[in-house]
């Protein structure tokens, strides 16, 4: 009997703790579709029901969707030792990371993508755009779950990891993007990939966000073989970076290698680049998400 007493008082407990969790969680949720109205400058009531602007809907779920990854890795599945300390760590993490979600899509913005302006064409119901900045938010939150799942304890170490882990991301999305603009180029004549965005080609933003997201789940693989430590935290970051290029490398040349396997016999940039075939573009983000995914499943 007292341990079925104990058994129902831990489950109380539990139920506690989750309550407040979600609390939180969907309190946060929905300050994000405040924060991106205010950020884009529009109301997000009549942008949605009223313009049925498609766009901003698909850039809205991208931060709503990289928030929620974000919150996973707040909640380990460890209660705190006391409902405050809980509501403490849950709202850190959760603001911390939406903020980090902003600047990443401002970094993302300003040097991976800075030939347009993201703002102006997502109010032009742009698609193609809304797709890619969608992308860019859920890269970046599936990197600062990792990082938060890697590290331990809430202080000023814990933080500097965090914004530490989250710069390596954004260098590498930046980088991945340089390459890209550079294959797209010489497959097309010299052609630009971020006008082809501001075009509305929505082929080459579905294909470019597979790049993107594959991108980020290779730079998470190097928290399985680097253990957290503020002591030696500057030499591990270095290691991480050193290996998410390798990461990187390793994801796109496997990618290349599926994509000739599964599309066989189909002539990607005639398909993607000028028909805009949105079918193949889907195979081809689907083939990137699940090498990463594959890879970074084996690295752990």
Same mark, same amino acid.
């Given at each position: 009997?007292?341990?079925?007493?104990?058994v129902?008082?831990?489950?109380?407990q539990?139920?506690?703790?989750?309550?407040?969790?979600?609390?939180?969680?969907?309190?946060?949720?929905?300050?994000?579709?405040?924060?991106?109205?205010?950020?884009?400058?529009?109301?997000?009531?009549?942008?949605?029901?009223?313009?049925?602007? !498609?766009?901003?809907? !698909?850039?809205?779920?991208?931060?709503?969707?990289?928030?929620?990854?974000?919150?996973?890795?707040?909640?380990?599945?460890?209660?705190?030792?006391?409902?405050?300390d809980?509501?403490?760590g849950?709202?850190?993490?959760?603001?911390?990371?939406?903020?980090l979600?902003?600047?990443?899509?401002?970094?993302?913005?300003?040097?991976?993508?800075?030939?347009?302006?993201?703002?102006?064409?997502?109010?032009?119901?742009?698609?193609?755009?809304?797709?890619?900045?969608?992308?860019?938010?859920?890269?970046?939150a599936?990197?600062?779950?990792?990082?938060?799942?890697?590290?331990?304890?809430?202080?000023?170490?814990?933080?500097i990891?965090?914004?530490?882990?989250?710069?390596?991301?954004?260098?590498?999305?930046?980088?991945?993007?340089?390459?890209?603009?550079?294959?797209?180029?010489?497959?097309?004549?010299?052609?630009c990939?971020?006008?082809?965005?501001?075009?509305?080609?929505?082929?080459?933003?579905?294909?470019?966000?597979?790049?993107?997201?594959?991108?980020?789940?290779?730079?998470?693989?190097?928290?399985? !073989?680097?253990?957290?430590?503020?002591?030696?935290?500057?030499?591990?970051?270095?290691?991480?970076?050193?290996?998410?290029?390798?990461?990187? !490398?390793?994801?796109?040349?496997?990618?290349?290698?599926?994509?000739?396997?599964?599309?066989?016999?189909?002539?990607?940039?005639?398909?993607?680049?000028?028909?805009?075939?949105?079918?193949?573009?889907?195979?081809?983000?689907?083939?990137?998400?699940?090498?990463?995914?594959?890879?970074?499943?084996?690295?752990?």
């Amino acid at each position: 009997m007292d341990k079925l007493l104990n058994v129902i008082s831990f489950d109380q407990q539990l139920l506690a703790y989750l309550a407040l969790d979600i609390a939180i969680a969907i309190i946060l949720l929905g300050t994000m579709r405040f924060i991106s109205g205010i950020s884009a400058k529009v109301n997000t009531t009549e942008e949605l029901a009223k313009h049925d602007n !498609f766009a901003f809907g !698909f850039s809205l779920a991208g931060s709503i969707l990289a928030l929620g990854i974000v919150l996973t890795g707040a909640i380990t599945g460890e209660a705190a030792s006391s409902l405050t300390d809980e509501a403490i760590g849950m709202l850190a993490y959760g603001v911390f990371g939406l903020i980090l979600i902003k600047i990443g899509r401002l970094i993302h913005d300003k040097l991976a993508l800075n030939k347009l302006d993201k703002t102006s064409l997502i109010k032009e119901q742009n698609l193609s755009v809304g797709i890619v900045d969608a992308a860019g938010a859920i890269a970046t939150a599936i990197v600062i779950r990792a990082v938060l799942l890697w590290v331990d304890g809430l202080d000023i170490n814990t933080f500097i990891a965090i914004a530490s882990g989250f710069i390596i991301s954004q260098a590498m999305l930046v980088i991945v993007t340089r390459i890209r603009e550079r294959t797209f180029a010489k497959n097309n004549q010299g052609k630009c990939l971020q006008n082809a965005f501001i075009e509305g080609q929505q082929a080459l933003a579905i294909r470019y966000s597979g790049q993107l997201i594959s991108t980020a789940l290779a730079v998470t693989a190097a928290s399985h !073989f680097f253990d957290y430590s503020p002591a030696t935290l500057v030499e591990t970051l270095v290691g991480w970076l050193i290996f998410a290029i390798v990461m990187t !490398f390793l994801v796109s040349i496997l990618t290349t290698i599926a994509k000739r396997i599964v599309l066989w016999g189909i002539n990607l940039v005639e398909e993607v680049d000028e028909q805009q075939n949105i079918g193949v573009a889907s195979i081809e983000m689907a083939t990137s998400i699940a090498i990463a995914l594959i890879l970074t499943a084996l690295m752990a």
